[in-house]
């Protein structure tokens, strides 16, 4: 990716592609966050710097206050001799967080031969853990309407809603 420092600028080919891999087209929830991030620019850098970047309208300022919103959608791209972590966090203030980290810095790798991605945006229930494959234990909370997905093997929980699509990831906490 180009280093910017000018900011507003626009999203590039290669950050869309990669923030689109997370947001399937075929989901309401998620399509709506494509079409959001389509009119949207980079406008600024979000806290952590570098690959953390707030996207906007142009006439927008970041404000790095506030903390973080909630994740909206993640996933990982694997790469021969990296990989890249995808982190789209939910939209606030008509401002949308993301984060592309490769790991680790790949300023120098030319060519990215990738192996595998997967992220939690897919899953639908009765899939497996898009991780790593495992079994995901399932709780309905209300029939046709959310499913509690539980990964022991990954230590994630999210909460799929069958509306939108959406799989609204948990944070886990020591409670």
């Known amino acids: 990716m180009k280093n910017y420092s000018d900011f507003p600028r626009p999203i590039t080919i290669k950050e869309i592609e990669y923030l689109f891999s997370l947001l399937p087209v075929t989901k309401p929830g998620y399509k709506s966050y494509r079409e959001k991030i389509n009119s949207y620019s980079v406008i600024g850098e979000g806290r952590f710097g570098g690959s953390n970047l707030i996207l906007g309208s142009n006439q927008d300022t970041t404000d790095l206050s506030t903390p973080s919103s909630p994740v909206f959608a ?34 120098s790798i030319q060519r990215l031969n990738e192996l595998k991605r997967w992220n939690y945006s897919d899953w639908n229930p009765g899939d497996k853990n898009p991780e790593d ?33 959406v799989n609204h990831l948990i944070p886990l906490t020591n409670f």
């Open 74 to 107: 993640f996933g990982k791209i694997e790469f021969e001799s990296t990989s890249l972590d995808i982190t789209i966090h939910e939209e606030e203030y008509n401002q949308i967080e993301i984060d592309l980290s490769f790991t680790p810095e790949i300023s």
């Open 133 to 165: 494959n495992s079994e995901v234990n399932e709780f309905i909370l209300k029939q046709d309407c959310y499913v509690l997905a539980v990964s022991t093997s990954t230590k994630k929980i999210w909460l799929h809603d069958f509306l939108s699509g």
